[in-house]
């Protein structure tokens, strides 16, 4: 594939005035209706129905007939764009390239899109693709050749089939009345020329219609067992009377499942040992505060299991909750753009399981891809916990939360 970066001004002020196709798009302006579009255009171009293994070229502040349209190319126009990818609106991430170029005499602002390995990509809940020169939302035929196109790259390993798991160990009333309905835009379940298998494929939770054994992913979200085929895909809760991992443990507790149940469990177990500190005394108003900031630990957990590395494993995520402090430990290191060093820095991420991101979004618990750290540091402070640790290994994550003040 031909790196995004290697086009030219001149390259890219033919394709300006050129006329648009399955790879060039061209927006006149920023409004909040033209972002939705310029949204719709980055899916298309990740999804590449075509084929074309290109990325496609979409320029902003170009008028339809590739002439400057005068727009103020700003660095928040351009930050606005970037921010595209991480802002859980379309999954998988696509990954794209945003810069500021001189063409045709004028600041234009070019968004290069790589044709994705991970399809059927979907914005608000539907899959766009291009025909030609315009956008469509995918039939199903159209999302069955996305599903093939997967079948043939380097995939993660959330998206690889879990052999010898079948149907049968997914849970389809759960797929259909609750994951379905929160994946979909509505028009898109009311057609009703899916089956049932075709859904599982397009939410990448089987391998494929013609080979219909689970993905890692279908097991994390719909299995019925989890453990049966990853058995390190769990969380151990350990509440720890003292300071040292040999002192007395209070309460233990191994939650499996679904990751949807796993998520609500473990969220039950903090809320009940989180103390909660109420001063009557310092203010008019009742001020209360907890032990740890439940929103800094429902981040955090939620990270472990986002990241965490399923493959070559049997290790749980361990939650030990000792008198002075709590530590997370997921198994496996930083990965991809993330390593030792930048870990934890702002604007610093990468997806190991980039489709089970995608199913958290989807179920609700995690809003904006990319910041579940930076929320968790915030509440941290607001709070008056000093601020979290990191013990980093190339085998596995520890984080450390202190005690409020």
Same mark, same amino acid.
């Given at each position: 594939m031909r790196l995004m970066t290697n086009y030219t001004d001149s390259e890219l002020e033919f394709m300006m005035t050129d006329l648009e196709t399955d790879r060039i798009e061209r927006k006149e302006s920023f409004s909040s209706d033209a972002h939705n579009r310029i949204r719709e255009a980055i899916c298309a171009f990740a999804n590449d129905l075509p084929n074309n293994q290109l990325p496609g070229v979409l320029f902003i502040g170009a008028k339809d007939n590739? &002439?400057?349209? *005068?727009?103020?190319?700003?660095?928040? @126009? @351009?930050?606005?764009?970037? =921010?595209? /990818?991480? +802002? *859980?609106?379309?999954?998988?991430?696509?990954?794209?390239?945003?810069?500021?170029?001189?063409?045709h005499g004028a600041e234009i602002?070019?968004?290069?899109?790589?044709?994705?390995?991970? &399809?059927?990509?979907?914005?608000?809940?539907?899959?766009?693709?291009?025909?030609?020169?315009?956008?469509?939302?995918?039939?199903?035929?159209?999302?069955?050749?996305?599903?093939?196109?997967?079948?043939f790259k380097d995939l993660p390993f959330d998206a690889q089939a879990v052999r010898p798991a079948? @149907?049968? +160990?997914?849970?389809?009333?759960?797929? #259909?009345?609750?994951? @379905?309905?929160?994946?979909?835009?509505?028009?898109?379940? #009311?057609?009703? +020329?899916? &089956?049932?298998?075709?859904?599982?494929?397009?939410? /990448?939770?089987?391998?494929? $219609?013609? =080979?219909?054994?689970?993905? &890692?992913?279908?097991?994390?979200?719909l299995g019925v067992h989890p453990v049966d085929f990853l058995p390190g895909a769990y969380l151990q809760f350990l509440?720890?009377?003292?300071? #040292?991992?040999? =002192?007395?443990?209070?309460?233990?507790?191994?939650?499996?499942?679904?990751?949807? +149940?796993?998520?609500?469990?473990?969220?039950?177990?903090? $809320?009940?040992?989180?103390r909660v500190a109420v001063d009557f005394t310092s203010s008019a108003k009742e001020l209360r505060k907890e032990d740890y900031p439940l929103v800094a630990l429902q981040q955090l957990i939620r990270n472990a299991v986002m990241h965490r590395s399923y493959e070559q494993t049997n290790a749980p995520i361990r939650v030990s909750w000792y008198s002075d402090r709590i530590e997370i430990i997921s198994p496996g290191g930083p990965f991809g753009l993330v390593n030792i060093e930048n870990f934890g820095e702002p604007g610093v991420a990468d997806y190991r399981n980039p489709n089970l991101? #995608?199913?958290?979004?989807?179920?609700?618990?995690?809003?904006?891809?990319?910041?579940?750290?930076?929320?968790?540091?915030?509440?941290?402070?607001?709070?008056?916990?000093p601020p979290m640790e990191f013990s980093i290994t190339q085998q596995f994550v520890r984080i450390i939360l202190r005690k409020a003040r």
């Open positions: 590739g &002439t400057p349209s *005068g727009l103020a190319i700003t660095d928040s @126009l @351009l930050q606005s764009l970037a =921010d595209t /990818k991480d +802002d *859980g609106n379309i999954v998988p991430p696509p990954s794209f390239s945003v810069t500021k170029r001189l063409l602002a070019v968004v290069l899109v790589e044709s994705s390995d991970n &399809t059927p990509v979907r914005y608000n809940g539907r899959i766009h693709i291009r025909v030609g020169p315009r956008r469509a939302i995918a039939t199903a035929q159209d999302e069955r050749i996305l599903n093939q196109k997967r079948r079948g @149907l049968a +160990d997914l849970d389809r009333r759960y797929f #259909e009345e609750s994951y @379905l309905p929160s994946a979909f835009a509505p028009d898109i379940l #009311e057609a009703n +020329d899916r &089956t049932y298998e075709q859904r599982l494929a397009s939410t /990448k939770m089987i391998f494929s $219609v013609d =080979d219909t054994t689970p993905t &890692t992913l279908g097991i994390l979200v509440k720890i009377d003292g300071i #040292e991992l040999s =002192d007395s443990i209070i309460d233990e507790l191994m939650i499996s499942g679904k990751v949807q +149940d796993v998520l609500r469990r473990i969220d039950d177990k903090i $809320v009940s040992h989180n991101a #995608e199913a958290m979004r989807v179920l609700g618990f995690v809003q904006r891809i990319g910041m579940g750290i930076p929320t968790a540091r915030k509440e941290l402070d607001r709070n008056g916990n």
